[in-house]
């Protein structure tokens, strides 16, 4: 089990062009200690079963590139051979 005194940062934030974030500075770590983020965060309290139920219960359906990022990742297909603005039609959902 992680100890309490473990950092949990976050993974993405939304910049503004001016470099800023609502939340932060350029080269400002953005996180809480465990013991914060367990007090504060419902999510860690849930039993497996809940939590699983609540990251993938409302997901959309599979976007329309679906099958092709999975082809350029798997190295099925180049990413050359694709229009990028296909394979990246817009806003990056995937954070829990």
């Known amino acids: ?13 939304d ?3 001016d470099g ?11 996180g ?3 013991s914060e983020v367990r007090d504060t ?3 860690v309290g849930l039993d497996e079963g809940a939590f699983v139920e609540r990251m993938v219960g409302d997901l959309p ?6 099958e092709a990022i999975i082809d350029v990742n798997g190295g099925k297909e180049s990413a050359e051979d694709t229009d990028a603005t296909e394979l990246d039609p817009g806003a990056n959902n995937s954070a829990a």
């Open 61 to 66: 359906e599979k976007p329309v590139n679906y």
């Open 15 to 17: 910049v503004r062009n």
């Open 1 to 13: 089990m992680l100890s309490s005194r473990n950092t949990i940062h976050r993974t993405e934030a």
């Open 41 to 43: 965060l419902d999510l």
């Open 20 to 30: 800023t974030d609502e939340d932060a500075s350029p080269g400002e770590l953005v």
């Open 32 to 34: 809480a200690p465990l």
